[in-house]
């Protein structure tokens, strides 16, 4: 089940994909959107976007413990063992994105004094 926030800005994107015309005035209200977004809204939608297209392309075994990151308005994302390369590689590519990082096979992207849990396949 889609959440509101999801509704609001994906339908926004497929439209940016899918017309040449207008295509700036488009990019300006899903930007806009996107900048609104609270910690947690940005979160939900990039933990769907994982979950729902990015996963099977880089949960394998030599990627596990490394982290992807994920820039919710492109729907572009990077994957290095050290997460601040990986982002700084998108914000070259996308300057304003709003990132999210998620490491690979794992339920936390960082620990600190704790355990972090590997996810079961």
Same mark, same amino acid.
């Given at each position: 089940?889609?959440?509101?926030?999801?509704?609001?800005i994906f339908?926004?994107?497929? =439209?940016? %994909?899918?017309?040449?015309?207008?295509?700036? +005035?488009? @990019?300006? &209200?899903?930007?806009?959107? !996107?900048?609104?977004?609270?910690?947690?809204?940005?979160?939900? =939608?990039? %933990?769907?976007?994982?979950?729902?297209?990015? +996963?099977? @392309?880089? &949960?394998?075994?030599?990627? !596990?413990?490394?982290?992807?990151?994920?820039?919710?308005?492109?729907?572009?994302?990077?994957?290095?063992?050290?997460?601040?390369?990986?982002?700084?590689?998108?914000?070259?590519?996308?300057?304003?994105?709003?990132?999210?990082?998620i490491?690979?096979?794992?339920?936390?992207?960082?620990?600190?004094?704790?355990?972090?849990?590997?996810?079961?396949?």
């Open positions: 089940m889609q959440n509101d926030v999801s509704r609001r339908p926004l994107c497929d =439209i940016i %994909e899918a017309t040449g015309k207008g295509k700036l +005035r488009y @990019k300006e &209200e899903v930007f806009m959107q !996107i900048m609104l977004l609270s910690h947690e809204e940005v979160a939900k =939608i990039a %933990e769907r976007m994982y979950s729902d297209s990015i +996963r099977q @392309k880089v &949960e394998s075994k030599e990627n !596990i413990g490394k982290m992807v990151i994920i820039d919710i308005g492109s729907g572009d994302y990077e994957v290095d063992k050290n997460g601040l390369h990986a982002a700084n590689r998108l914000s070259e590519k996308h300057p304003d994105a709003r990132l999210y990082g490491r690979i096979g794992y339920n936390v992207a960082a620990s600190l004094g704790g355990v972090m849990e590997r996810v079961c396949e």
